[in-house]
Nanobody, 124 residues
Framework: QVQLVESGGGLVQAGGSLRLSCIASGGTFSSYHMGWFRRAPGKEREFVAVTSRDGGIKYYANSVKGRFTISRDNAKNTVYLQMNSLKPEDTAVYYC?????????????????WGQGTQVTVSS
């Protein structure tokens, strides 16, 4: 059983930056692809970014490409999401998730474990 705990959310003005962290415990972190998802008020959960087990492959949603960067430190069992040039439409609860599948996935249903989420609010 893998436990994931996110941190780093908060309130920021448009154009600002935040770095989210997600620390994993209870499993072999390097065995999982790690993804970030978000759910905005009144909307369905959406894919944000994913990184492969060794961090060598990364995919991003078009809405965040060029502004967000996903990275991981397998020695620290942690995945990060650096968010720059934030916009009000980035306001959401952000979740990290672990996927044991062979292929990288952007669909939430592929992921095996989820964190509790961290709130990001971007004011205009």
């Amino acid at each position: 059983q893998v436990q994931l705990v996110e941190s780093g959310g908060g309130l920021v003005q448009a154009g600002g930056s935040l770095r989210l962290s997600c620390i994993a415990s209870g499993g072999t972190f390097s065995s999982y692809h790690m993804g970030w998802f978000r759910r905005a008020p009144g909307k369905e959960r959406e894919f944000v970014a994913v990184t492969s087990r060794d961090g060598g492959i990364k995919y991003y949603a078009n809405s965040v490409k060029g502004r967000f960067t996903i990275s991981r430190d397998n020695a620290k069992n942690t995945v990060y999401l650096q968010m720059n040039s934030l916009k009000p439409e980035d306001t959401a609860v952000y979740y990290c998730a672990a996927d044991y599948s062979i292929l990288l996935a952007t669909a939430g249903g592929s992921y095996d474990y989820w964190g509790q989420g961290t709130q990001v609010t971007v004011s205009s």
